[in-house]
């Protein structure tokens, strides 16, 4: 079965880290593209972070640029998001996503989402 898991979200005060995991099964991370997305109370999806296997270059959305950044383990078919110096307009839902190649939507594969509250 192919499945995306993302975990290690939680309820942390401003100024505190976190990091996700998003645990891939039925094919392997490599080769693919992984990109985080976020979606706010109330607000549409956006995307945070996006790992690109053709050039390896690692995008990330300005509001998280120098706080967040994207790693991964192949061994253990897991991409992963550390977060740092939380702000409170990180608060959302945290949704991993991958695709062969490129940071280009569509997806093919996304997770259910963990959730992140950072309390000011």
């Known amino acids: 079965q192919v499945q995306l898991v993302e975990s290690g979200g939680g309820s942390v005060q401003a100024g505190g880290s976190l990091r996700l995991s998003c645990a891939a099964s039925g094919f392997s991370l490599d080769g693919y593209a992984v990109a985080w997305f976020r979606q706010a109370p109330g607000k549409d999806r956006q995307g945070v972070s996006c790992?690109?296997?053709?050039?390896?270059?690692?995008w990330y959305a300005d509001a998280v640029k120098g706080r967040f950044s994207m790693s991964r383990d192949l061994a253990k078919n897991t991409e992963y998001l550390q977060m740092d110096n939380l702000k409170p307009e990180d608060t959302a839902v945290y949704y991993c996503?991958?695709?062969?190649?490129?940071?280009?939507?569509?997806?093919?594969?996304w997770g259910q989402g963990t959730r992140v509250t950072v309390s000011s």
């Open positions: 790992f690109s296997v053709v050039d390896n270059i690692t």
């Open positions: 996503a991958a695709k062969p190649d490129m940071c280009i939507i569509p997806y093919d594969y």
